[in-house]
Nanobody, 119 residues
Framework: QVQLVESGGGLVQAGGSVRLSCGASGRTFSIYTMGWLRQAPGKEREFVASIRWTGLTTYYADSLRGRLTISRDNAKNTVYLQMNSLKPEDTAIYYC????????????WGQGTQVTVSS
């Protein structure tokens, strides 16, 4: 089991930036990839970005590419999501997730952190 704790959300003005962090603990050796997903009010949860736990492979949602950077610090067992040029439609709860080497989908979730972008 991997435990995930997000931080860094809050209220941001449109055009601003925010950096989210996700600390992992527990069976971190079993992590294959980590990612961020978000859920806006009244909408389904959607993929934002992911990064392999080893190597340099990253993936971004096409609609968000260019405004995001996902990175990790394995020494700190932490993944970051830098979001720039924020828009009101980026308002959502952002969830950190991990997929283990034996899973075919996300199998560990954080509690979520709220990001609110004001216009």
């Amino acid at each position: 089991q991997v435990q995930l704790v997000e931080s860094g959300g809050g209220l941001v003005q449109a055009g601003g930036s925010v950096r989210l962090s996700c600390g992992a603990s527990g069976r971190t050796f079993s992590i294959y990839t980590m990612g961020w997903l978000r859920q806006a009010p009244g909408k389904e949860r959607e993929f934002v970005a992911s990064i392999r736990w080893t190597g340099l492979t990253t993936y971004y949602a096409d609609s968000l590419r260019g405004r995001l950077t996902i990175s990790r610090d394995n020494a700190k067992n932490t993944v970051y999501l830098q979001m720039n040029s924020l828009k009101p439609e980026d308002t959502a709860i952002y969830y950190c997730a991990a997929r283990s080497t034996t899973a075919i989908t996300w199998d560990s979730w954080g509690q979520g952190t709220q990001v609110t972008v004001s216009s």
